[in-house]
């Protein structure tokens, strides 16, 4: 069973920096490019940023771009995603998702349950 844990999420300060993190566990049998989805309260789900499987696609939200860098270990399953210059706006549950292609669409196979971040102004 495949399974995706996120970690790092917390409470910080506008203009901090933050890193999430998410492991694969029981990796499915198939090269799977990675992203990281968000949801703000009352509002949808969005995608954030995304890198294919031997990492040298990269896709990001132009409201991220500049600020945040995805990047992959495969030898470890893991996914991280460095957030600088965190504003306000950035204030949700950021989820990590594994699927068959880099997309910026919610077409994934596989997610984890979330992680809150929290900019505070």
């Known amino acids: 069973q495949v399974r995706l844990v996120e970690s790092g999420g917390g409470l910080v300060q506008a203009g901090d920096s933050m890193r999430l993190s998410c492991v694969v566990s029981g990796r499915p049998s198939w090269n799977y490019a990675l992203a990281w989805f968000r949801q703000a309260p009352g509002k949808e789900r969005e995608f954030v940023s995304g890198?294919?499987?031997?990492?040298?696609?990269?896709l990001y939200a132009d409201s991220v771009k500049g600020r945040f860098t995805i990047s992959r270990d495969n030898a470890k399953n893991l996914v991280l995603l460095e957030m600088n210059s965190l504003e306000t706006e950035d204030t949700a549950v950021y989820y990590c998702?594994?699927?068959?292609?880099?997309?910026?669409?919610?077409?994934?196979?596989?997610w984890g349950r979330g992680t809150q971040v929290t900019v505070s102004s």
């Open positions: 998702a594994a699927g068959r292609s880099l997309t910026q669409t919610s077409g994934y196979d596989y």
């Open positions: 890198i294919s499987w031997s990492g040298a696609s990269t």
